[in-house]
């Protein structure tokens, strides 16, 4: 997993405001799947389902 620099979160941050400036929930979900999206960008499919506790499943389509 790939660590988020403060400056990085200092600029997502800005952008969360101007995106969402009356309301700080949405800031705050929009904020950590930034901080999500680059922690787990780079890693494969099976690190991103443990990353989010998740598993791989079959579907049955």
């Known amino acids: 997993m790939r660590e ?16 969402f400036p009356n309301d700080g929930m949405m800031q705050e979900i929009h904020f950590i799947r930034q901080v999500h ?17 998740g598993e791989r499943r079959k579907t049955s389509v």
């Not at 988020?4 to 995106?19: G, L, N, S």
């Not at 999206?37 to 506790?53: I, T």
Request: net charge neutral; no cysteine.
């Open 4 to 19: 988020v620099t403060r400056a990085e979160k200092e600029i997502i941050r800005e952008e969360v405001r101007k995106e």
């Open 37 to 53: 999206y680059l922690q787990s960008k780079e890693m494969s499919l099976d690190e991103r389902l443990r990353f989010y506790g």
